[in-house]
């Protein structure tokens, strides 16, 4: 048994497939920030890559079959993509490398408590609209 199969939770996620309008863009987005979360480059392909941690990996890919060429997280579908962070310090810092990298910082009137008082939160928008959410339960 390989160790994926042991960690391997029936129900959890195996995988998340994003189709993006730009590769090199979505790289540049979420490469640097997946591997800072500790993913590994698991796959890479013309029209796509895909980063794993632990069982679960996020596909990123340029299909063909596009039939749109901007992703509308207020539409039906994804909203956003949630990660746990360990400290409210780290999201900090997470936050200010993603705006460095290009990402928006959401919700500017309510952070780092967009999400509630009882979390550590930052809401992050990449350029091509996709949403995600470092959050870390540390309040300290």
Known sequence: MTEDQNLSVSGTLH????????????IADWGWLLEDLGYTLHQSWEHGRSWKLGPT????????????????????????????IETAERVDLLTAKAQENGWTLLFTDRHPHAGGTHQHSAYLESRDRFE?????????
């Open 15 to 26: 995988h998340v497939e994003i189709w993006v309008p730009d590769l090199p863009r979505a």
């Open 57 to 84: 990996y996020l596909v990123f890919e340029q299909s063909p079959a596009l039939t749109a060429t901007r992703h509308d997280r207020c539409a039906p579908g994804l909203n956003h993509l949630a990660f746990h």
């Open 132 to 140: 995600i959410e470092l959050v870390s339960t540390d309040t300290a």
